[in-house]
């Protein structure tokens, strides 16, 4: 049975994320990739992640992908409890998780149930395809000559994460204008989005 849990600000929502999957956290291991984030100016963010994961007793085994062989890789994401993908770049992220693997790897773990929690670009790199993001990121800054926009597609909606959040109020509501034929799932940094199995919800903080 899937759990997922997607989110546009990991640290303001990381207390819904005990209550919202069935998976016990405390003593666990988290496979943590900050490789959206590496080239990014602004990062607060992933040491956040980091200190909210283990504030929920979780033990984070670092796994910065573009700086570990593909065993390595393979071997972290298929001994770990569970996995969580910073934000950043949503192409950058999208490119190194092709090129090294791990789109694949994740995909045969997420399937086999493992929970994989996933902040901003690390949510959106779920959805069928990335091409709507493009008004948020810019997906040739990082990854000059970016054309394919196949994403992992483990869920079938699209999250558009920041949703009438600063500094993406604009780039947002031009996201849900362009993209209405898809089936969007707009979320603020205050929710998140539960997939446990087939049930798909959206879980808010009080």
């Known amino acids: 049975m899937k759990e997922i849990f997607l989110c546009s600000y990991f640290a303001e929502v990381a207390a819904l994320l005990p209550q919202s999957v069935p998976t016990s956290l405390c003593g666990k ?5 900050p490789t959206a984030s590496i080239h990014e100016d602004f990062n607060q963010y992933v040491e956040e992640g980091r200190e909210a994961l283990a504030a ?63 902040e901003s670009a690390g949510a959106m790199v779920f959805a069928p395809n990335i091409e709507y993001a493009t008004k948020m990121d810019n997906h040739l800054s990082m990854t000059p000559g970016f ?22 109020i604009e780039a947002t509501r031009i996201v849900m204008q362009e993209n209405c034929h898809l089936p969007l799932k707009p979320i603020t940094n205050n929710q998140a989005i539960v997939v446990i199995g087939d049930t798909i919800s959206i879980q808010s903080k009080q």
């Open 147 to 168: 054309e394919d926009f196949t994403a992992l597609g483990i869920v079938k909606f699209y999250p558009v994460v920041h949703f009438n959040s600063f500094p993406f």
């Open 56 to 118: 929920l007793g979780l033990t984070i085994k670092e796994l910065e992908i573009t700086q570990c062989e593909q065993k390595e890789i393979e071997t972290v994401l298929r001994n770990c409890d569970c996995i969580y993908v910073s934000g950043g770049n949503t192409f950058f992220l999208m490119q190194e998780l092709r090129r090294t693997g791990t789109d694949r790897l994740i995909v045969e773990q997420v399937e086999k149930g493992k929970l994989y929690i996933g």
């Open 29 to 33: 291991t988290v496979a943590f990739i």
